[in-house]
């Protein structure tokens, strides 16, 4: 059965970093997502994309995020210059068609600032 | 602020009990109400509720939606170990990519 992957499952850096996470969504989808989950939290909404650009964003996704989708496979995720608050549970997700809310999640990649 | 709230947080039953997972939102523009089961840790698809009073079944999972009071149920029948896990409610907005996720139900069953 098609899945979404993610890597790294777990990366560690140090506060100031750059972070980038990496997302291969299922191959006929086109539309993509990043959500996250601070420990104990909900997930929250990052960043929807589509045709190659940002179709909705959150607040949190502030200067210091980007994502990007390089070669046609590839979804990234970059953080400029980490805080410790940005530690937390990063999930990709795709789906076939808009609005319908039926994504298929990555299986998430931890990240750890310091 | 659009608002999604689940009840209880946390839910230890035994195998074999029934169990109910409550699921209330206050949105703007509601479109449609999602189910997750989030185990160790990608959320896996359960169900999606777009109209009142239609009972949507899976084997032993069955939702329903109340579009007038707000609000929808998660039940799990004869409950087994593998059951265990954070039920995760989310609502779609119109007009809107992303989902509002309540803060989830974590369910224990016990042997």
């Known amino acids: 059965e098609p899945e979404v992957t993610q890597t790294p499952s777990h990366q560690v850096t140090q506060m100031g970093q750059e972070v980038i996470l990496r997302c291969v969504p299922i191959s006929n989808h086109l539309y993509f997502y990043w959500y996250r989950q601070i420990l104990g939290q909900k997930v929250e909404f990052l960043v929807s994309f589509y045709n190659n650009e940002i179709s909705e964003k959150s607040e949190i996704f502030d200067d210091q995020f980007s994502v990007e989708r390089p070669d046609g496979s590839n979804f990234t995720l970059k953080i400029r210059s980490t805080k410790l608050e940005d530690s937390a549970m990063y999930f990709c997700a795709s789906s076939p068609r808009t609005n319908t809310g039926e994504l298929f999640f990555g299986e998430g990649s931890r990240l750890t600032v310091l | 602020e659009d608002k999604v709230v689940q009840s209880p947080l946390s839910l230890v039953v035994h195998e074999g009990d029934t169990v109910t997972l409550n699921c209330s939102y206050e949105?703007?523009?509601?479109?449609?109400l999602l189910w997750y089961k989030q185990e160790k840790k990608a959320p896996t698809f359960l169900f999606m509720l777009?109209?009142?009073?239609i009972e949507k079944k899976s084997g032993r999972l069955s939702s329903i939606l109340d579009k007038k009071e707000l609000f929808s149920i998660l039940n799990i029948t004869a409950t087994q170990t593998g059951d265990s896990a954070v039920y995760l409610c989310?609502?779609?907005?119109?007009?809107?990519?992303?989902?509002?996720f309540g803060q989830g139900t974590r369910l224990t069953i016990n042997p």
């Open positions: 989310a609502v779609v907005l119109q007009g809107a990519q992303k989902l509002v």
């Open positions: 949105v703007t523009n509601f479109r449609s």
């Open positions: 777009t109209s009142s009073g």
